[in-house]
């Protein structure tokens, strides 16, 4: 209870400060900055905390920030597990990595850096500089809860290595003589009555006809040698989606858990995915070919198997039939 208030409160701290002159003033890092220059060549680390009150998309856009981070920064990466050991188990992101709490017990210190926009070079020679400053310590920066990364893909070869060290394509409800679509339409934690109590949510909204507009683009266009079925992967009652009755063979998947859903979206032949986090993160781990919606918080690769769909559905059906 303590840590779950502690947490609230440097939220609020932080969201009513981050842009004004007092905030890095806030974090000691800064403070060693402005009077410690070091020039050591120590081996330091970097991680990131996965929120441990959001959903596992949002968990893993954290953790992935941390790995892209340390990169970036010239550190060694250092693994914090996601919040429940299922999950953590099942991501496989741990794989070959030294944990956080590791490296405590071999006394390094654990130093919490500032937020910052990682396309603002000023903010980002600020964290430079504070890295540098330690440099003759043994240290482990933790990144500000919730630091932005926008292409997340850029790191998605390292992350497949380690899902499909611990999963294949074998397990599944999948028919391996047919192609398989999987559809990801958000529900549960964005309904009609949460919109209509804050329109701001509409930022992460579809309709169900979107969905249906892109599934039958992709009927259309598709010219495949095996038959099509579709799965849809949400939240509700069938009759909640009403829009897909005139589209062949789907097969309703809304009781499934989430690890399973999860997979399923990874190892399907066409992803479509929606405006979450859940669907992204499969997408950056799957082969297949993705149709993503346009305007989403993070970015898409310039690849043949990722396709952006706009508010209508509409999407390049050339390189649909390319694909095939």
């Known amino acids: 209870m303590l840590d779950k208030i502690r947490r609230k409160l440097l939220m609020y701290i932080v969201r009513y400060t981050r842009h004004s002159v007092v905030y890095n003033m806030l974090y000691p890092s800064w403070w060693h900055a402005m009077y410690f220059k070091s020039f050591g060549k120590k081996i330091n680390y970097l991680s990131a905390i996965p929120n441990r009150g959001a959903g596992i998309g949002h968990q893993m856009a954290n953790w992935i920030a941390g790995y892209w981070f340390a990169q970036k920064f010239n550190l060694k990466f250092a693994h914090i597990p996601f919040s429940t050991r299922e999950w ?13 709490n590791e490296l405590l017990n071999a006394k390094y210190k654990k130093v919490r850096l500032p937020l910052f926009n990682e396309n603002d070079e000023k903010e980002l020679k600020i964290i430079g500089q504070i890295i540098q400053s330690y440099s003759n310590e043994k ?4 990144l500000e809860q919730d630091q932005f990364y926008y292409k997340q893909y850029e790191v998605m070869d390292d992350l497949k290595v380690k ?4 999963h294949d394509d074998t ?66 009652k069938i009759e909640d989606f009403s829009e897909f009755k005139d589209i062949k063979n789907v097969q309703y998947c809304l009781d499934m858990d989430a690890k399973s859903s999860f997979l399923h979206m990874v190892y399907a032949d066409i992803l479509i995915t929606s405006k979450s986090s859940f669907s992204y993160k499969p997408a950056l781990l799957s ?7 346009d305007n989403f918080w993070h970015g898409y690769p310039l690849s043949d198997n990722w396709l952006i769909a706009d508010e209508k559905g509409e999407f390049d059906t050339e390189k649909l039939q390319k694909w095939v």
């Open 287 to 293: 082969d297949g070919l993705k149709i993503c919606p």
């Open 163 to 166: 899902f499909k060290k611990a």
């Open 139 to 142: 240290v482990v920066f933790v």
């Open 171 to 236: 397990n599944l409800i999948y028919d391996k003589d047919t192609l398989n679509i999987a559809v990801h339409v958000r529900r549960g934690d964005i309904t009609i009555g949460q919109l209509n109590k804050n329109p701001n949510l509409l930022i992460r909204w579809q309709d169900n006809d979107y969905f249906v507009n892109v599934l039958k683009n992709v009927l259309r266009n598709l010219k495949s040698s095996k038959p099509i079925k579709v799965y849809l992967f949400s939240q509700g």
């Open 88 to 100: 953590d188990d099942f991501l496989n992101f741990g794989d070959n990595e030294v944990t956080v």
